[in-house]
């Protein structure tokens, strides 16, 4: 960071904020020119369903800005240079970039790091009117739903409100990797919530029929669950270290099954960016082991994942799911194997990230398909209280 510069300027944030408003502004137009506002529960439906999507670019998009080492382009927060743009920053940033034209702030950097920023405003202005419209929400048929599903939408906006925290402490904080891997598995429990939100407002149009899975099945899938869960954290770590590239062969590592590693220093949770806690440099070592313990566990999430589509395939209504995990599973496997031995592209590490986020929407929807409760004919919008089960 330049010497004057200040890690927290809230100088721009009125102007961002207006950008996220604007943002919002024209997803709900989009939706409403698309015909949902003439049915409210389809509309916002259609909304979250959008917000959705916007968050898994917001997520890939998180690993653009990784990757092209621009998470310190702007080295303050929320805005450039105190800024809201890049364009009001150029000369700071010129000078910054004459300094060291390598370094963390370049033009390009700058800019790739803020449209980063603009979209994550503007996912959380949507997720704002999500929650906003959910408290609109009176009466016996809003009070007969599941607490969960009364209360997801606040609870989203309060988790969303987490990531921009984190999203400034990534900044003021210098990429450290504990923040970063926090805030990419913060991004990712984000895309689940509106995952299970967006099944909730479909089931208010038109409740589906209940899905039964047998007790082996529904373990199954919820340690497959936990297991990815795992292995995202580990994947988060090598990403954030920089450790990728310490095995550049497969099956072997630097051509051995077993290579010089040091777990000690490489599992560290709270240090620097490159550094030990008693700030050394960190060793090749330790970036093997990181890496190697990723692709270990890969292996038995992949093996687990397989055994579930299997089971999965049992179940009809699951089918689709269970194709989508098989080729979402296949994704990563090419896209780590490509991240090895082609050293490292950009196009097949977003892919990575990509189908990490393809995973965890699969299994949280079919999660939520198979153990959620689901909504009487009472509870679809329009629908007269009869008290029949859907």
């Excluded at 449209?115 to 959910?134: F, K, P």
Aim: proline share 6%; net charge positive; glycine share 8%.
């Amino acid at each position: 960071m330049n010497a004057g510069t200040a890690a927290v300027d809230l100088a721009p944030l009125a102007q961002l904020l207006l950008v996220g408003v604007m943002f919002a502004a024209l997803a709900i137009g989009w939706v409403w020119l698309r015909k949902g506002g003439h049915q409210p529960a389809g509309w916002r439906q259609r909304l979250t369903v959008l917000t959705l999507v916007l968050t898994f670019d917001l997520v890939v998009f998180g690993a653009f800005t990784r990757l092209t080492d621009s998470g310190l382009g702007c080295p303050d927060w929320p805005g450039c240079y105190g800024h809201a743009s890049p364009v009001g920053a150029v000369a700071h940033i010129e000078a910054a970039q004459t300094a060291m034209p390598t370094g963390p702030v370049t033009h390009s950097k700058a800019w790739i790091e803020m449209l980063h920023r603009y979209l994550a405003t503007g996912v959380g202005a949507l997720i704002l009117v999500l929650a906003a419209a959910s408290w609109r929400d009176t009466g016996p048929i809003h009070a007969a739903r599941p607490a969960l599903e009364r209360w997801l939408p606040t609870v989203t906006l309060v988790w969303v409100c987490v990531q921009g925290a984190f999203g400034a402490w990534t900044v003021t904080l210098k990429l450290r990797p504990a923040i970063v891997t926090l805030h990419l598995l913060g991004g990712l429990f984000l895309l689940a919530l509106l995952c299970v939100q967006a099944q909730h407002e479909a089931r208010r149009l038109a409740p589906p029929p209940a899905v039964t899975l047998e007790r082996s099945t529904a373990w199954l899938l919820r340690i497959v669950c936990a297991l990815l869960l795992i292995q995202l954290a580990l994947g988060g770590w090598v990403s954030t270290n920089y450790a990728v590239l310490a095995c550049s062969d497969f099956p072997k590592c630097q051509g051995s099954w077993w290579p010089e590693m040091r777990f000690d220093q490489g599992f560290v949770f709270w240090r620097e960016l490159g550094m030990t806690p008693d700030g050394e440099p960190i060793s090749f070592a330790a970036l093997t082991a990181i890496h190697y313990v990723h692709r270990m566990f890969a292996v038995v999430v992949l093996l687990a994942i397989g055994w579930l589509v299997l089971r999965l395939r049992a179940v009809p209504p699951l089918v689709p799911a269970a194709r989508w995990l098989g080729a979402l599973a296949a994704l990563q496997l090419v896209s780590g194997l490509a991240n090895v031995v082609l050293g490292w592209p950009l196009l097949a590490a977003l892919m990575h990230t990509g189908g990490a986020a393809g995973l965890v929407l699969v299994l949280t929807w079919t999660l939520a398909r198979t153990s959620s409760a689901h909504v009487t004919t009472s509870d679809r919008v329009g629908a007269p209280a009869s008290g029949v089960s859907a």
